[in-house]
């Protein structure tokens, strides 16, 4: 299958690596990414030669959250279309969240709004000291809704009140003491403390990592249909109030929001 905005390889061992790959627009999520992920998604997870899965990004960053052609066009949709955009995002999320391969997050640069909600759904993450994080939303009057359920689920409702409401910027050593990633090495170590990672999966039974990956997921929080349908109708409400209006707008025209003090 051939991609546009990520690229797919498996080595000889069965290690997959899934690589964001619009490193000119910091690997920011698309429409035609979204989808491509969705498809990716399904691939691997069909692919019984597949033992595990790395998620990296080419360039600077990471992710840094959502496409600007994206979010122009979601200002100017009808909420119909809002809603059904909000819903190939988070069924992406999903399909990511429930591989059932083990999922290990490569991360580099920023990392900000959908890009936490993509290192949210991995089972491992392992940050690049320089990595900056941030759920940006709230300082474009929006709310970190599709990816909230995984954001939660990654961290705790205890640290995700720290960071969840507030659109502040935070280092990596504050995204490991949160568990939002596992550990953080110089940009130098990052492919080695990645391999640490994927090697004890080369030795373990594929079936029962599934099964087991499987049952942890059902043990914890519930990300259900209905869950995601509620985040969905969440973002497509607050996509209609004047504070978004003004938030994104004002983003757009490079000018602070009137809010802010």
């Not at 990816?147 to 939660?152: D, L, S």
Request: neutral net charge; hydrophobic residues 50%.
């Amino acid at each position: 299958m051939n991609f546009e905005t990520i690229r797919l390889a498996t080595d000889e061992r069965g290690v997959a690596t899934l690589t964001l790959a619009r490193p000119e627009r910091h690997n920011a999520l698309s429409a035609a990414m979204i989808g491509e992920l969705a498809q990716a998604a399904s691939q691997l997870g069909g692919d019984p030669a597949v033992r595990v899965v790395v998620l990296a990004a080419e360039g600077e960053s990471f992710c840094a959250g959502a496409d600007l052609g994206w979010m122009k066009e979601q200002f100017a949709a009808p909420r119909t279309q809002r809603i059904e955009e909000a819903r190939r995002l988070a069924r992406m999320l999903n399909a990511l969240y429930s591989l059932p391969k083990p999922l290990i997050g490569r991360v580099q640069g920023q990392a900000f709004g959908g890009g936490i909600g993509m290192i949210s759904v991995c089972d491992v993450a392992i940050a690049a000291s320089g990595a900056r994080f941030a759920l940006t939303e709230t300082r474009l009057g929006l709310i970190p809704a599709t990816i909230g359920p995984y954001v939660v689920a990654r961290i705790g409702h205890a640290d995700a009140r720290r960071v969840f409401m507030s659109g502040r910027f935070f280092d990596a050593a504050e995204a490991t003491a949160l568990g939002l990633a596992n550990a953080v090495v110089d940009a130098g170590q990052l492919d080695a403390a990645i391999e640490a990672e994927v090697t004890p999966y080369l030795v373990a039974a594929p079936g029962a990592v599934a099964a087991a990956k499987d049952l942890l997921r059902r043990l914890g929080p519930k990300i259900d249909d209905a869950v995601i349908e509620t985040t969905i109708a969440r973002l497509a409400d607050i996509w209609e109030t004047p504070e978004a209006q003004e938030g994104v707008t004002a983003f757009f025209e490079k000018r602070p929001p009137r809010w802010r003090s």
